[in-house]
């Protein structure tokens, strides 16, 4: 006979990264009723790195749902119950259940030896988590009865109370709300106390924090004029939009803060004549080896930096500041910064010193084509020793990069221009370019992260080098 408690099976929130808290369910692709099976995708959820599909370790038949899109989950937090047994009856009979009436007890008597009334059996919802109340049901004690009894009662109001998200006696009087029903009306400035629950058993839901947090109609208007407000995801008035923090946005914020005040940031530029390197874009997009491979001056500049490092080795490193170490790397993980709808993210190419230019261009077409649908991976994103940014496809001329941490520098590449510059004595219209490097100065001073500017210059002025120097 199958049991309840080996029928269904509980999917909680993983940590898809390294020490992640918590993600918010993008969107579901599976409902109640669904046949799912062992390693289908059934949701995808955005972390702080990225936005990720998560498999079903499960054989069977979508019990519940526990949380709606948008929902921002605690690791940990089951999200999803399976059935694994469907054939054996109704879901809902075989749900285990936390607690029974204690029917074979003789009724509870007050002083005058009448029944006291019992209290409905059944499950009460769970506000601190999700699911069903380990204790769904409880007497009334009797009235000057044993310490047994007595102790019996007040555990049981100790449960309520917890349950309620309070200790002791004021538990009872607080509103019935999820925790991210609460965190939600945290956001929007809503006190519960104030809301009308619509939901089960009086729980406030998502639903009556957005109206409660509704303007009202004017007092003038007709009540039967009175149109319901479209419940808005952020909170403020006509003039202002409150954008919520979450998600990748979250992470970069936090992670840029963190890198500005921790690293002290050095940036020195360097403006030079590319006129060659654009000629040389245009033969390589001819050449039958590159064919089917996209050719841009990004992919030369990502060379031109490889080489430079291969040649200043000391500016591919990090700083342990916990073993006060300077950890020097022998491989290169190329970051590329990548602007996406949820945010700035920065994937990086395994072993990018290790390519050849057609490998090159093929893994840095592929990590921009994956940033922009979204599917970028943590692990993308994780391990990158040295990072580029393009600030030129915006018309950028350059920038002061912020590190991203861990990593010792990071390359600002502005845009390409025609201007006039000074070539074998006449002025000439030329492809001009100003890169920015920052760097690390706890680990790199300025006489290496000048080298290195110098030496990436020098490539794309005369491309050449990435043969005579490579």
């Not at 690791?75 to 009856?89: F, N, T």
């Not at 409905?120 to 004690?141: F, W």
């Not at 946005?249 to 403006?271: D, I, L, N, Q, Y």
């Not at 990071?410 to 000074?422: E, R, S, T």
Request: charged content about 20%; hydrophobic content about 45%.
């Amino acid at each position: 006979m199958t049991t309840a408690a080996s029928r269904f099976r509980e999917f909680k929130m993983p940590d898809v990264g390294e020490g992640l808290t918590e993600a918010e369910i993008l969107k579901w692709y599976v409902q109640p009723g669904d046949t799912v099976t062992d390693g289908q995708v059934v949701c995808e959820v955005e972390t702080a790195k990225a936005a990720v599909e998560l498999p079903i370790p499960y054989d069977g038949v979508v019990h519940e749902l526990r949380f709606p899109e948008g929902t921002t989950v605690d690791v940990g937090e089951v999200i999803i119950s399976v059935d694994v047994d469907p054939g054996s009856g109704p879901a809902d009979a075989a749900q285990p259940q936390t607690a029974q009436p204690a029917a074979e007890e003789p009724a509870a008597k007050d002083s005058a030896g009448s029944a006291a009334p019992a209290e409905p059996a059944g499950r009460q919802p769970v506000l601190v988590g999700y699911g069903v109340s380990e204790a769904s049901t409880k007497r009334r004690p009797r009235k000057g009865g044993t310490g047994r009894d007595q102790a019996a009662g007040q555990a049981a109001a100790a449960v309520q109370s917890e349950l309620n998200g309070h200790s002791g006696t004021a538990g009872a009087d607080r509103p019935l709300a999820k925790p991210p029903v609460r965190k939600l009306a945290k956001d929007l400035g809503v006190d519960l106390a104030s809301v009308t629950p619509t939901g089960p058993d009086g729980i406030i839901t998502r639903e009556d924090v957005h109206a409660a947090a509704a303007p009202a109609p004017a007092a003038s208007a007709p009540a039967a004029q009175a149109q319901p407000v479209a419940a808005a995801p952020v909170a403020g008035d006509a003039r202002e939009t409150r954008v919520p923090i979450k998600g990748v946005r979250k992470a970069t914020a936090a992670a840029m803060v963190g890198s500005a005040f921790t690293a002290p940031h050095v940036t020195e530029f360097v403006t030079v004549d590319v006129t060659r390197t654009m000629r040389l874009v245009e033969e390589l997009k001819a050449d039958k080896d590159m064919a089917g491979l996209r050719i841009n001056p990004l992919l030369l500049v990502a060379k031109a930096l490889l080489v430079a490092i291969r040649r200043n080795p000391g500016i591919n490193a990090s700083w342990d500041e916990a073993a006060q170490e300077i950890v020097l790397k022998h491989y290169v993980n190329l970051g590329i910064a990548a602007a996406t709808p949820r945010g700035l993210i920065v994937p990086n190419i395994k072993d990018a010193h290790a390519k050849t230019l057609p490998e090159l261009a093929a893994a840095l077409a592929e990590l921009v084509a994956t940033a922009r649908e979204g599917k970028t991976t943590p692990a993308a994103m994780q391990g990158g020793t040295v990072t580029i940014t393009n600030v030129g496809v915006f018309g950028v001329d350059t920038g002061t990069p912020i590190l991203n941490p861990g990593e010792s520098a990071i390359l600002a590449v502005g845009a390409i221009k025609l201007q006039p510059w000074v070539h074998k004595g006449k002025v000439k219209p030329r492809h001009v370019t100003t890169l920015a490097l920052s760097f690390d100065h706890r680990l790199v001073d300025g006489e290496l992260g000048s080298k290195v500017l110098a030496d990436l210059a020098a490539i794309l002025e005369q491309p050449k080098r990435l043969i005579t120097w490579a």
